[in-house]
C-alpha cells in the first residue's frame, strides 16, 4: 500500500468495513527465536487462514523510508549505528536479543508497519500493525525485548497529519518508562498507562497518568473505563498498546472484554485508533492461547468498524 494522507479532515469519511493490518515477513525475519520476534508471523498465518473475517494483511514496505527518517529522529545516531552494525554489542543486544543483521530489518519494517498503519487508521477509522516490543526503548538504547519505540514513531508521524491530542493508551503489562522518556515534554501528546507490573516504572509528567496495581478482574476493568475517561475529545489519533502480559492475572475473558471496550469506545467517539500487539509470553501460557488473545484485539476493532459504518 502507499496511500499517504494529508492533514485528517474533521469529519472522516469511514468507506471501508474491512480492518487493515500492516505485516510482511521481514516482522519475523531476526534470527532470534523469542515471542516478540516470532508472533506476528503466528498471527498473520491465522489471519490468512480467515481466522477473522473482514481483515486484510498489507505489505507497509512503501513506508520504509519514512521508518528509518523517524528512527533516526527518535534514537540516538550511536544505538541507530549499534543495530544496523551490531557493534558496540552492548547496545546492538540492549533489548536482549542476540544480533545480527535480520535485527535492523525487522525493526525497520515493523516500524514501516506502524507507520503505515497510522495512516490507515486516519482514513478509515482503524487499523494495526502485528508489530510487537516497542514501549520499553529509550532514545540511547533498547531494554526489556523493545528495540525500537514504535509508539513514539506513530505519534511524531501523527503530528504531521492530525490537530488535536495525539493520546498513547497504554495497556501492556509493564509500564511504558521508555515511550514517556521520549513523549512527556510534548504537549500534544498524552501518555496514559495501565500497568499490572511495576517494570520500567516513572513518574508522570502533567496530564500523563500511570497507574500500576494487582488488580482483580472487576478492578482491571473498572481502570481500563477511568483511563479511557481521560482520553480528550479532541484527540485526533489513539495509539492503542495492545498488550496481552496481564494475562494470567487478568484472565482472559476479561482481556477480551477491555479490547471491545476500548475498540468501541473510540468508535463511538469517531476517534481514529491504530493498535499493535505489545506484551504477551509463551512462559505462562501455550501459544495458542497466545495467539488466540491477539486475536481478539484484531476482532474488537473489526467489530467496531462495522459499527462505526452504520
Ligand atoms: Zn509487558
Known sequence: ????????PKTKTKSSTTLKVAYNPK????????????KAKWIANELQNGAVPNSA???????????KELIREIHSQDYVQALITGSPSILATSQGFSWDKGIWEMAVNSTAGIIAATELA???GAAGS????LHHAHRDSGAGF???????????HAKTLVDGRIAILDFDAHCGGGTHSLVKDDRQILHLDLSTN??????????????IGNYSDDAYLEEVDEMLNRIPSDTGLLIYNAGMDPAPMISGETLQIREQRVAMWAAER????????????????????????HLNTIEAFNQSLLVSNR
Open 1 to 8: 500500500m502507499s496511500v499517504i494522507v494529508a492533514k485528517a
Open 122 to 124: 486516519l482514513h478509515e
Open 57 to 67: 494483511i498489507v505489505d507497509p514496505a512503501s513506508f520504509i523510508d519514512r521508518a
Open 270 to 293: 469517531q476517534i481514529p485508533t491504530v493498535f499493535v500487539l505489545a506484551g504477551g509470553y509463551t512462559w505462562s501460557m501455550s501459544q495458542e492461547e497466545l495467539v488466540e488473545l
Open 27 to 38: 516482522y519475523t525475519i531476526a534470527e532470534y527465536g523469542f515471542d516478540t520476534t516470532r
Open 130 to 133: 502485528l508489530s510487537s516490543g
Open 198 to 211: 511495576g517494570f520500567d516504572s516513572y513518574e508522570p509528567a502533567g496530564e500523563n497518568c500511570l497507574e
Open 146 to 156: 523493545c528495540t525500537i519505540n514504535g509508539l513514539a514513531v506513530a505519534a511524531t
